[in-house]
């Protein structure tokens, strides 16, 4: 797309709450060589815009309420991050299911963070129903983005092990410290070109990243 050899990679970033992991991204923006171009909510009160603001880096909001439904959306956030002419769209907490048409735009160049060992426990409320079931081990994964929900190859996970005396809350926070290391990692792995999706299948150096079965669901 003509950017220069070991020129940081341009990045645009969803959101739609705190954005702690788009923090985590600005924090080792330098260190794995990425611009973050714009981050984008649909919800103009999402604390990650102040974040993003205090970064220096551009905002915008594209609030789902003002269209009539979500094909009228999603034409209206692609038309926004396009404006920025990123490399890489980073999903990081923007809490909404993207249309197909969206998300075949944007395959290969667009990731995912999922607070579970996917491809356990898709979908939300993943620390309560980990609890609730009884699992040993929790975690979060990066993974592409593909149109089934949650579904799209994995490209590196986190994981931490489940604890007696866990609730829900302090099982995502551990949860999100993984977050934090893994998600740049993976970005990093994309901006330097290690990682790519090809025919479906997610290749770091040129490899099949392995893929794990289910257990729960």
Do not use: C
């Not at 788009?22 to 260190?31: F, K, P, S």
């Not at 594209?62 to 209206?76: E, K, M, S, Y």
């Not at 735009?105 to 667009?110: A, N, S, V």
Request: negative net charge; proline residues 6%; without cysteine.
């Amino acid at each position: 797309m003509g950017r220069l050899p070991n020129s940081p990679l341009p990045v645009v970033v969803l959101i739609s709450g705190s954005g702690s992991n788009l923090q985590a991204l600005i924090d080792r923006a330098t260190e794995i060589n990425i611009t973050i171009r714009a981050v984008i909510s649909n919800k103009a009160d999402a604390y990650g815009l102040a974040r993003a603001q205090e970064a220096g880096i551009a905002t915008a909001v594209v609030d789902h309420r003002q269209f009539p439904d979500r094909a009228a959306f999603d034409q209206a956030l692609a038309a926004e991050v396009d404006r920025h002419q990123p490399e890489l769209v980073v999903l990081a907490g923007f809490m909404r299911i993207l249309t197909e048409d969206f998300v075949i735009h944007y395959l290969g160049r667009m990731l995912n963070i999922h607070p579970s060992l996917l491809p356990d426990f898709q979908g939300l409320n993943t620390h309560q129903r980990v609890l609730d079931t009884g699992a040993d081990q929790h975690g979060a994964s990066v993974h592409f983005v593909t149109p089934e929900l949650d579904g799209g190859p994995v490209v590196i996970r986190g994981e931490v092990p489940v604890l007696a005396d866990d609730d829900a809350d302090t099982l995502a926070s551990r949860v999100q410290e993984q977050e934090h290391i893994i998600y740049p990692q993976a970005v990093a792995w994309f901006a330097s070109g290690r990682l790519r999706l090809n025919n479906g299948i997610a290749t770091l150096d040129g490899q099949q990243i392995p893929q794990a079965k289910a257990r729960h669901t």
